[in-house]
């Protein structure tokens, strides 16, 4: 696999792209938030088994609307656990078991008069390898509106070029939408999987390694992409590089062995640390 950058390049490049971002942060304007608590995300105490593995302990966390909120640690140490069950993908596994909760919007996901289905139309999901259908690039982003029984040709048009753009490929492939999604690059593939996140018009984005497959240039392009969204989404993304969690998220959680460790302002995370296994991992010294 082609590693965009490795977990062990220099530090000095954190501490750029942490200065880089607190600049952008104080140049920031408070946006209009309107609809802003649908997109608030509460873990409250929460615990999680796979039969009778526990692999996430107790874990708190406040997840602030229309920002990025990165979450980092080991590989095995619960990050996809978590974001999954945010959408409650883990659903169909057998014997899985949790304790305390999570919460959108005030809404406990688990709420038993809460349809699932409803739950991930509102909740946007990139995974690390791009997943197009085998479909042409139109159809892949109408895919769930037609499921929906939507086959409005103006409304279909209207939902492809706004997801396009939302997701900065519309330039690249308003010519060619009847093609196949395959005959797309991986970086283009990855911002087709974006666009069809968006398609539903979700609150939420849920993005677990989306750029792990992707060489520099194209991880530019969906970090660059993470910035935009963020103005209308709430976005967890899970990322091993050090690098682009401190260029691209507002937010920092530390997981090690299930464990939250520490969860503040991404700056804090990385320059200055509580926690002295936080400073081992963000510094290259573990994991
Ligand atoms: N479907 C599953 N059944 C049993 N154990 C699982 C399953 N998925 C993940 N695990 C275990 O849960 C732990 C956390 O995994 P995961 O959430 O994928 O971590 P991360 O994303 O941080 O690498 C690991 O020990 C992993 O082996
Ligand atoms: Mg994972």
Redesign the pocket.
Known sequence: MNEASPDSAPAVDVAQAVRQRRVEVAQRKPEADADVNLQHIQVCNYSFF??T?Q?LFDVNMDIPERRVTA?I????????????NINRM?DL?DGIRHQGDILIGGQSVYDRYLEVISLRKRIGMVFQKSNPFPKTIYENIVYSLRVAGRNKKAELDETVERSLRGAALWDEVKDRLKESAFSLSGGQMQRLCIARAIANRPEILLM?EPCSALDPVATGKIEDLIDELKKEYTIII?THNMQQAARVSDRTAF?YL?KLIEYDDTQTIFMNPAEEQTEAYVSGRFG
């Open positions: 796979y039969g593995t692999v979450l640690g080991p590989s095995g140490c619960g990050k996809t656990t978590l974001l999954r883990n596994i677990d899970v997981f299930g």
